[in-house]
């Protein structure tokens, strides 16, 4: 037996090393942590951004072969479908299986200073889950998930500015002044969202209004005292 008397260390080398030629063997404690989890999707990208020139310049594209460029972009796409996203399986095999190749084949190519697998490395995805990354494809999807954060900010501040002038509309018919004051809209808002509320009917509204002179007159209380 190959392991017999290893150490725990030495141990994960030798996996890694024969699992998988074309990669460097490192220590799983050492390698780095994905920044993406399960939770991070872009489901609504049916496109991922590629950029045309790094890629016309690239070391893989001028030296690479045509099959093996074309394994190579092939699975930067699978890699966009897999979770998490960006990465890919650490097993030959099942990538083999996902190119529609014979495995012995794809780890021949893999062997190529530019193989299908070309830059992409070893990292440690959360629950300890030890998968392959590609820089350009983490930075590609950090940058569509920064997009996508600063739409889902814009949208709720969009909607939150929305609802905050219909309940302002809806407080005028009951007592216009209040209306206009601010803090008070904003205090029945955060009211109403606090208590679950989904349909902002006239009870509603009413109540919310009530707790909003309740509070006013209990901060009026606390300072007297």
């Known amino acids: 037996m190959p392991l017999a008397g290893c150490t725990p260390a030495a141990a994960r080398v030798f996996f890694m090393t024969t699992r998988a030629v ?3 063997p490192v220590d799983a404690d050492e390698l780095p942590d994905y920044p993406f ?11 991922m951004v590629w950029e045309r020139r790094r890629w016309l310049n690239s070391d893989m594209r001028l030296k690479g072969t045509p099959e093996c460029r074309a394994l190579y972009f092939d699975l930067t796409n699978i890699a966009y479908d897999q979770s998490p996203v960006g990465t890919l399986p650490d097993d030959m095999d099942v990538l083999a299986k996902m190119l ?8 021949a190519l893999c ?6 697998l070309h830059k992409w490395t070893r990292c440690r995805c959360e629950g300890g889950e030890i998968r392959l990354m590609h820089p350009m494809v983490l930075r590609s ?3 569509a998930i920064a997009r996508k954060e600063d739409n889902r900010a814009r949208n709720e501040a969009a909607n939150a500015a929305k609802r905050l002038q219909r309940l302002r509309a809806t407080v005028a018919g009951y007592q216009a002044e209040l209306a206009k004051n601010d803090a008070a809209v904003r205090w029945i808002d955060e009211w109403l969202m606090k208590e679950g509320c ?11 209004m009530l707790a909003w002179s309740n509070h006013v007159f209990d901060l009026g209380r606390a300072r007297l005292s």
């Open 100 to 107: 529609f190749l014979d495995p012995g084949h794809f780890r």
């Open 111 to 116: 062997k190529l200073d530019y193989g299908p």
């Open 141 to 143: 999807l950090t940058e």
């Open 22 to 24: 074309h990669l460097l």
């Open 37 to 47: 989890g399960a939770d991070d999707r872009l489901d609504s990208h049916y496109f």
């Open 198 to 208: 989904e349909y902002r009917s006239a009870a509603w509204i009413e109540r919310a």
